[in-house]
């Protein structure tokens, strides 16, 4: 009976633990257009409903200080909607610049507007198929931003010649354009991960081919977020919740 006890608590450990301790992922990418700049992005992207530890965040971004947080999508959970939940992760960010795209969430939420609002109070910059432009140091850097294609919204983006950063919560969008780094979310992880493989994901079904980690698309270099929370199904195996840090530099450097 005490061995069935204990093989019961260490299955529920095991379960706590890889469903709400954060693990960290690093990737570094090497440019031609940056000119001996640095750009230090932090990616936050399915948070859903995830319960966040206040003071292992504070020291992640104390330890990190990201240059940019930019955020892709399903802040908030439709079927849990908790917007307070939310705001109180994204009150945790303040001081740094944050960028934000919808995600599938905010549309079948029927609150975008309301989301929107909020994050605007809080100085969030939301870009709804639309470009902002930030400058470090000597150059300019231009964030694009899709809204997720549940809006149905067809407005086309324009790019030019400076650096690149698109922002959408689903990888299909990205290959609609030529940016040099795109972000994104929605796979989950793959949700359960046996072997280094995800096992299931939306929009690409059993056995995705994306899940996690980053990539080329075309001449894209993409970055995909395992994300924080959980959706319909609420449980993560071997897939702890994920928060990105990317280092975009010159090549040369």
Not at 43 to 52: A, C, E, I, P, V
Not at 68 to 80: E, F, Q, S, Y
Not at 101 to 116: F, K, R, W
Request: glycine share 8%.
């Amino acid at each position: 009976m005490i061995k069935y006890l204990i093989a019961i608590i260490l299955i529920l450990g095991f379960l706590y633990y890889g469903n709400t301790v954060l693990q960290i992922s690093k990737y570094t990418i090497h440019t031609d257009k940056l000119n001996g700049v640095s750009l230090k992005v932090m990616h936050l992207s399915d948070f859903h409903d995830y319960k966040y530890n206040e003071r292992t965040l504070s020291k992640l971004l104390n330890g990190e200080s990201p240059d940019i947080i930019v955020i892709t999508g399903d802040l908030i959970d439709k079927r849990r909607f908790d917007l307070e939940h939310s705001l109180g992760f994204i009150d945790m960010l303040k001081g740094y610049p944050i960028y934000y795209v919808t995600g599938n969430h905010e549309a079948g939420s029927g609150q975008t507007e309301l989301i929107v609002s909020e994050l605007e109070k809080r100085d969030v910059t939301v870009l709804r198929n639309n470009v902002t432009k930030i400058g470090i140091e000597n150059m300019t850097i231009q964030i694009i931003g899709l809204d997720d294609p549940t809006y149905q919204n067809e407005e086309v983006v324009t790019l030019d010649d400076d650096f690149s950063i698109l922002l959408s919560h689903r990888l299909k969008l990205v290959t609609q354009y030529d940016a040099d780094v795109s972000f994104s979310g929605h796979a989950h992880g793959g949700q359960i991960r046996l072997f280094g493989q995800g096992m299931v994901a939306p929009d690409q079904g059993f056995l995705p081919e994306y899940t996690k980690g980053i990539f080329k698309m075309g001449n894209t270099t993409s970055v995909m977020s395992r994300g924080l929370g959980n959706s319909i199904f609420r449980l993560r195996v071997f897939n702890r919740p994920e928060i990105v840090i990317v280092t975009i530099e010159d090549q040369n450097n």
